[in-house]
């Protein structure tokens, strides 16, 4: 089993920065490809960033030029670097990873508990 644990959520100003860490354990696994997730009330979740093994990033418009995901392999963490932060940013933001496990030779996909980011105008 692998556990996806977020830290880093909080409330800040518009015009603020915060960054969100997720780290992953257990045993057998490697992570091909992380995201970051939001959603907020009454809304759908969205996908926000993407990075591949290959540190390949893409971005939603909405964040673009803003927010900056990146990984930590050694670590198996993934980072989301928020920056001018906007009251529009406010939802809960979901960590999801697309992990290979090595002795089932499959992949499987797990969800972090989600961490609330609100943004303050």
């Known amino acids: 089993q692998v556990q996806l644990v977020e830290s880093g959520g909080g409330l800040v100003q518009a015009g603020g920065s915060l960054r969100l860490s997720c780290a992953a354990s257990g045993s057998d696994f490697s992570i091909n490809v992380w995201d970051w997730y939001r959603q907020a009330p009454g809304k759908q979740r969205e996908l926000v960033a993407t990075?591949?093994?290959?540190?390949?990033?893409n971005y939603a418009d909405s964040v673009k030029g803003r927010f900056t995901i990146s990984r930590d392999n050694a670590k198996n963490t993934v980072y989301l670097l928020m920056n001018s932060l906007k009251p529009e940013d406010t939802a809960v933001y979901y960590c999801?990873?697309?992990?290979?496990?090595?002795?089932?030779?499959?992949?499987?996909?797990?969800w972090g508990q989600g961490t609330q980011v609100t943004v303050s105008s």
């Open positions: 999801h990873a697309i992990v290979s496990r090595w002795s089932t030779r499959a992949s499987y996909s797990y």
């Open positions: 990075i591949t093994s290959g540190s390949s990033t």
